[in-house]
């Protein structure tokens, strides 16, 4: 099935680094190289091997050494959350006009699975409870249209059509009038396709794109194609604008590299997967889920997560300790950002804190510049002067030192400086509140 090879060869990956204690730079580049042929082999297009294997190799080597967890079992997990964003993140749902029906384009090279794909997505949408309306317009092959009206036949879906002498954009305009009248929730819309891409199947999908301002432009294509059904998205949505696309065949025996590769190389998502020729063979695309089933390593993830908070939950015990007696400095002024660098982006922590996520993007977008700015110079110091501050706040030639090393002004070492101690006492003055019991203004 796919992705099988893929999957063997990843589990000779890890074997390899069964005896180490820890990933190094050295110990991580055999592995690294396996990783790569693997997913060459899996029809992986070469830049996007080329990228992942660079990101998996720094994040590999600067996670550091997680208690617990052996280097192989932190490989995995490093490769599994690189393949996840490698897809796409997270589910990338359809989106729903706002008012009248959503209208859903289907494009797509002949033989791929388009006219499968309306009935499956009309399935899938009636089965939401939406009323669902196709419309046929590949009026040069009647044999297209037939095809479209036993599809809808089967999911008990009306079929819009108009023969075969009427101009696709018009027959498409007409559907829409008609599935308006009804109060049709989702419009699709079959379209012709051809052997390969040519001039005049896009302009008449521009003209059918035009007529009906569709909410979706989804290209179908083939998983057996491999890169090439990721070039045709990159294609496609560079000529026509796309806002997805749908898989299909991923049942068959094709080797999985277009669902690997086609966000990366288009900037689109895969939206749906199609998994077999029955109506009910078509799911959502679950990045996670779609890295799991690669690796094969559910329990792995988890223990592997699970050391991670431990980890950092055991930091911050460290870290509130040192700062009830007030000697943070500058090495815990860097673990708090690089945990919560690890935690996830800063936007994304903001949105789960009640009431900040009336913060703007640029506001977030701000502060992580300003920390990755604390940092630079934070990494200019020398290991005594992030252990004392004091040596930095006496002598403006080590500020001046540490200005010049990370490219930032005097001023803003200064800043930064005056800024640890600022926080120093506020810290104290907090831990003796706690540790009093009470806060001066709340009575108690
Ligand atoms: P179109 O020319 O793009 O409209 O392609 P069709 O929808 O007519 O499909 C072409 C062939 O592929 C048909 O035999 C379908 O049953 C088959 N097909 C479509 N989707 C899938 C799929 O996800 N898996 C498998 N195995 N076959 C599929």
Do not use: H
């Amino acid at each position: 099935a796919v992705f099988d090879n893929l999957s063997t060869s990843l589990e000779a990956v890890w074997a390899k680094l069964r005896n180490q204690d820890v990933l190094t730079k050295d110990n991580i580049k055999e592995p690294m190289q396996e990783i790569r042929r693997a997913l060459l082999e899996a029809d992986v297009s070469l830049p996007v091997v080329r990228k992942f294997v660079k990101s998996v190799t720094e994040k590999a080597i600067g996670t550091g050494v997680i208690k617990g967890v052996r280097p192989d079992q932190q490989l995995v997990k490093v490769v599994n959350d690189e393949l996840v964003s490698l897809m796409g993140g997270t589910a990338a749902g359809i989106e729903f006009a706002k008012t009248g029906p959503t209208v859903i384009l289907m494009a797509g090279l002949q033989g791929v699975g388009k006219t499968t794909a309306c009935g499956k997505l009309a399935l899938y949408f009636k089965k939401k409870g939406k009323s669902v309306m196709m419309v046929a317009t590949d009026i040069y092959r009647p044999a297209a249209i037939d095809q479209l009206v036993t599809l809808g036949g089967q999911v008990e879906v009306p079929v819009f059509e108009a023969g075969t002498n009427v101009k696709p954009a018009e027959i498409a305009r007409r559907g829409l009038a008609e599935a308006k009248k009804k109060n049709i929730d989702v419009v699709i819309v079959d379209t012709a396709g051809r052997l390969q891409v040519d001039r005049g199947m896009m302009d008449e999908l521009k003209q059918v794109k035009s007529a009906v301002n569709p909410t979706e432009v989804l290209l179908v294509v083939d998983a057996m194609t491999g890169q090439e059904a990721a070039a045709l998205v990159a294609a496609f949505n560079l000529d026509l604008g796309i806002t997805g696309a749908i898989l299909t065949k991923l049942d068959g025996d094709s080797r999985g590299g277009a669902a690997l590769s086609v966000k990366e190389v288009s900037g689109r998502p895969i939206k749906f997967v199609g998994e077999g020729e029955s109506m009910a063979a078509l799911e959502p695309f679950y990045p996670d889920r779609l890295a799991s089933r690669i690796l094969g390593m559910g329990d792995v993830l988890s223990f592997v997560e699970k050391a991670q908070e431990v980890m950092v939950q055991e930091e911050a015990e460290e870290m509130q300790k040192r700062i009830m007696e007030a000697k943070f400095d500058f090495n815990d002024f860097l673990k708090q950002t690089r945990n919560l660098a690890r935690m996830g982006s800063m936007g994304g922590l903001m949105k789960l804190i009640p009431g900040m996520n009336k913060i703007s993007p640029q506001q977030i977008a701000d502060a992580e510049k300003s920390l990755k700015v604390m940092e630079s110079m934070i990494n200019s110091m020398t290991p005594k002067e992030r252990g004392d501050p004091e040596l930095l706040a006496k002598s403006p030639g080590r500020r001046r030192r540490v200005a010049t090393g990370s490219g930032r002004s005097q001023e803003q070492v200064s800043q930064l400086v005056s800024q640890l101690f600022q926080m120093r006492a506020r810290m104290k003055n907090l831990s003796a509140m706690m540790q009093g019991g009470s806060i001066p203004g709340l009575g108690a």
